[in-house]
């Protein structure tokens, strides 16, 4: 009776154990779950208010806190070529001690993984020999010369187009990949192919900016063609004619070593004239990415000021500068900055017509606007602009010029903004019109 008595005791304790393992199993089931959830949820919320230009930091934040999570050796994340033959790691997490993975992988190195991936599949496995003898075959050769040991991978989908994918693999053990947390992994892919797909919006936008704003440059640059061939055809008539006059002199009896060093200097000085026009040119008409750069603002607009000044003398206009002394510096892209300020001095010249009878004035200052932005106004001695147009000028496609496309003012102002500052017009009181554009003070961001 006692052996009976102690036998069903111990099957009581056996049990009890079997239910508070069980138990504790359950409830630090349900602790990861609920962590891995908060992390999500973090993450998600994170990505639905980034711009843009922090995604990419975004990304490689999360691959570093899920990797963490799950205790992988790498986590990556891969955008499919347009050809859709290679994968590119564009932003990977990897543990300590442990070697960096490629930088991309070709279609062929993993048929089986790229090709479910591509179809919009979850891929996992736990370990090698769980991939497919036939068709995986492959995959398991490249896995194992990479040292992967378990792996699961999300695509990254867009309307229906898979763009990528987001992974995480283990080199120095094996690991199971539990249902709900894969099942939360490919919401996660849906959020960061969400944000992918916004980057590659906004850069597309931004590329068609610069597009549009070197057309600008190009069609306004092409408004002083006459001007600067007579701006160039200055120092270089000056070149010829101080050439042919060294030869004269090299001809000579007794050489005049004294007035054949002036011509040199005055050779040297009309050339690097006409340099300095050129390259204010090619600085103008460059097309390529933006440059952001600390600018010494008064350099900036003077270098424009001297480019205009031959077309202005043409139209009888005379230009002024004041340029305000111990401006601080600007951040941004010195090309598109003056591709502001040309358009705005060029409209100033437009507005004048009556200036070849009487004498047009245009004034281009420079001025600090409270301690944290600097101001650059365009002040002409027009006609003004009348209620309506005043309305209406930044539109785009809006123009008072019977050839003009309406687009100047209106990539002035996107560019002014872009920059952080904001482009205004106003009639003046004497007369004229007055644009001028403010632009935070910094020399770096």
Avoid: C
Avoid at 16 to 23: I, K
Avoid at 103 to 128: D, N
Avoid at 266 to 274: E, L, N
Avoid at 417 to 437: C, D, K, M, Q, V
């Amino acid at each position: 009776m006692r052996r009976i008595v102690l036998a069903s005791l111990l099957l009581l304790g056996a049990g009890f154990l079997r239910e508070r393992r069980g138990r504790r199993r359950a409830e630090r089931s349900l602790g990861e779950r609920l962590r891995f959830e908060t992390l999500l949820t973090d993450h998600t919320a994170t990505f639905s208010r980034v711009s843009a230009a922090d995604v990419d930091r975004e990304i490689e934040r999360a691959l570093r806190h899920i990797a963490d999570f799950l205790e992988v050796d790498w986590g990556s994340f891969a955008e499919y070529s347009q050809d859709e033959r290679t994968a590119r790691i564009t932003h990977a997490w990897v543990a300590e001690g442990v070697d960096r993975q490629p930088a991309t992988l070709g279609f062929e190195e993993l048929p089986w993984i790229l090709g479910r991936l591509q179809r919009g599949e979850v891929v996992r496995f736990s370990r090698l020999d769980e991939l497919p003898e036939g068709p995986g075959a492959v995959d398991r050769r490249t896995l194992r010369a990479l040292g992967i040991r378990s792996h699961v991978a999300v695509p990254l989908t867009v309307e229906g187009v898979v763009m990528g994918a987001v992974a995480f693999s283990t080199l120095r053990r094996e690991r199971p990949w539990r249902d709900e947390f894969v099942q939360r992994l490919r919401l996660l892919g849906e959020v960061f192919a969400n944000a992918l797909s916004r980057r590659r919006r906004e850069m597309e936008g931004q590329r068609l900016r610069r597009e549009l704003a070197h057309t600008g440059r190009v069609a306004t640059v092409g408004a002083l063609t006459t001007s600067l061939a007579h701006e160039l055809n200055q120092p270089l008539t000056a070149i010829l004619s101080n050439a042919e006059a060294a030869e004269q002199l090299l001809e000579t009896a007794a050489l005049p070593l004294e007035k054949l060093r002036e011509i040199l200097q005055d050779i040297v000085k009309d050339d690097r004239r006409a340099v300095e026009i050129i390259r204010r040119l090619r600085g103008l008409l460059a097309r390529g990415a933006v440059e952001p750069a600390a600018l010494d603002v008064n350099e900036m607009v003077s270098e424009v000021g001297h480019l205009v000044s031959a077309d202005a003398a043409v139209r009888n206009v005379s230009v002024r500068l004041n340029l305000a002394p111990d401006l601080p510096p600007i951040w941004g892209d010195r090309v598109q900055l003056q591709q502001v300020v040309l358009n705005l001095l060029l409209n100033g010249l437009d507005a004048m017509p009556d200036a070849d009878r009487d004498g047009g004035r245009l004034l281009l200052e420079t001025a600090r606007s409270g301690p944290l932005s600097v101001r650059i106004a365009v002040r002409d001695s027009g006609t003004g602009i009348d209620g309506a147009t005043l309305e209406q000028i930044f539109d785009a496609f809006y123009s008072t010029k019977a050839a003009g496309m309406g687009m100047g003012l209106t990539i002035a102002r996107q560019i002014v903004e872009a920059h952080g500052g904001r482009l205004e017009a106003r009639n003046n009181p004497e007369g004229g019109a007055t644009f001028s554009f403010t632009l935070p003070a910094g020399g770096g961001r």
